[in-house]
């Protein structure tokens, strides 16, 4: 399995919170990603990032904001949680481009907003 | 854009049955494409791949091969069990690119 942990696995706040998600790697890959998982979606690209400091927006960043201080951690941020951001977050890493180089996923943090 | 178009479920079957799971896409260029696995509670898991046309994926008894003249990718295995009950998911992935692109998910039932 690759190694990456997400943490919290589990999360219950209110709306208008600030919410953050951790996403660690133990593989030293280049590429992290965040991603979003709702019934009937599939799962839809937060943010990613292509090495420390340096990342870029998904198709669904709106609401979110990450950072990546270190190689091994990509946060994702929610500054004021609500309702609509009630969905199970996936941690990505690859460690290149293309399809040789295949993204590989973390168990997922369920977030609920109330 | 990109987009991922895959078969509806639940499919339900019995134990040693012929699964497939149509999957068909839209994109420029070359991409390649994916059929990655979630099972209950868990994140998903790369289940096979293919990079170019005509390639054919394999893992596991599932097999998939890229048909860009029909742009699918359709799932297959010829006699499932019930630890293959998961949702599946195709996607595809942009020609050097990093941004995948997911279909909305099959979830599979497999009972004894």
């Known amino acids: 399995d690759a190694g990456i942990t997400q943490s919290p696995r589990h999360k219950v706040t209110e709306t208008g919170t600030p919410v953050t998600l951790r996403c660690h790697q133990t593989?030293?890959?280049?590429?992290m990603y965040w991603y979003r998982q709702d019934p009937g979606h599939g799962l839809r690209l937060i943010h990613y990032?292509?090495?420390?400091?340096?990342?870029d927006k998904g198709e669904v960043s709106d609401g979110y904001s990450v950072s990546r201080s270190k190689t091994e951690d990509f946060l994702l941020t929610l500054e004021s949680a609500t309702s609509s951001q009630t969905s199970v977050y996936f941690c990505?890493?690859?460690?290149?481009?293309?399809?040789?180089?295949?993204?590989?996923f973390g168990d997922g943090t369920r977030l609920s907003i109330l | 854009g990109n987009s991922v178009t895959q078969m509806e479920g639940p499919v339900t079957l019995s134990e040693e049955a012929f699964l497939t799971i149509n999957c068909t896409y839209t994109?420029?260029?070359?991409?390649?494409l994916f059929w990655y696995v979630q099972y209950p509670g868990e994140g998903l898991q790369l289940l096979l791949k293919?990079?170019?046309?005509?390639d054919k994926g394999s893992n596991k008894g599932f097999e998939a091969t890229y048909r860009k003249e029909t742009t699918s990718f359709h799932l297959e295995k010829g006699s499932v069990q019930v630890s293959d009950s998961a949702v599946y998911f195709c996607?595809?992935?942009?020609?050097?690119?990093?941004?995948?692109?997911f279909g909305g998910g099959t979830r599979v039932l497999v009972k004894p």
């Open positions: 990505a890493i690859s460690e290149g481009q293309g399809g040789n180089q295949p993204q590989h």
């Open positions: 593989e030293n890959h280049r590429y």
């Open positions: 990032s292509y090495g420390v400091k340096d990342t």
């Open positions: 994109a420029t260029g070359y991409p390649s």
């Open positions: 293919a990079t170019k046309a005509d």
């Open positions: 996607a595809l992935l942009e020609a050097a690119g990093n941004k995948l692109t």
